[in-house]
């Protein structure tokens, strides 16, 4: 087991998706770990570049004029072998051999049981930020990119407002999340969209009552519809509602999928903000001796939670979201 009173050396690595405010928290935690006289290594490309060994020293300037731009300086990958316990143990072998006491995992989810796993298995300390556009880790109330996916969606969509109001057009606006609402919701709320599809299980959605909201718009008068889908994880769900609008109730529409813009672009200010405190309190809690911690965002402030309380997926739909978005939008 690795005594961390002695961490001298850290590494840190974006795994899954990327989120705008990556490059913010590996500056964080870089620049932090500088401070407290610790070595500190990027790996590149996530789980899948630390099995090649690929990692790299950093220092200050590795991480200047870097915390405004999307993506990560670090690049990251998807490490679906990961979850197999003998790859773990070459990565806890790589990292033994590289030196490398303790790791930092900017991600989601399922990286964060990776982390974990390695953890419980070799005695790695482990520091876990969530990295993820969909807003959808348990015990954190708000990811690192999720604000700067909702800002590009809503943008997209008060443009897509304009042409569907100069057509009198119904729009279906597709965005991320995958599994999550979060994205879809502040969307929609934000938009004054007309209606917002979550995925559920079986991909049920009330069409006659979407029908029913779009024609009581035309009555009193509205120019145009929007309907914000949450992707779900079957592909095809706008163009399915789009279809049956058509047939059953002779509603043309179109569909607008927003897809990756929204994982790009420059980080917002509480992106900025969340992802500089994260990667402070990530190596903070190293330096003080914590072996295993999550940065969650908890009534206003980053604490340092524990990752049992992480490692699930949120499906938060807050029913006065709900009802305030179709209070509104009559
Ligand atoms: O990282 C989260 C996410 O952006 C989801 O919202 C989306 O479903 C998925 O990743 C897309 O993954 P990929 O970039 O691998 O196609």
Redesign the pocket.
Known sequence: MTDTKKIKTIAVLCS??D?PGMNCAIRSVVRTAIANDLEIYGIQRGYAGLLEGNLKKMDASSVGNILQHGGTILQTS?CPEFHEESIRTEAAHILKRKGIDALVVIG?NGSFNGALALHTEHGTPVMGIPG???NDIEGSSYSIGFDTAVQTAIEAVDKIRDTAHSHDRTFIVEV???K?PAIALHVGLCTGAENIVFPTKDHNVDIDAIATDIKRGIKRGKGSSIIIAA?GEKVGLSHSIQKELLEKFDIDSRVCILG?I??GGNPTANDRFLASQMGYTAVKSLVDGKKAIVTAFREGKVIAAPFSECLGKKFDVDPQMVDVVKTLSI
């Open positions: 899954g998706g989120s998807r989601g993820t556009i969909d991320m999340g995958r999550s992707e990756h929204q994982r």
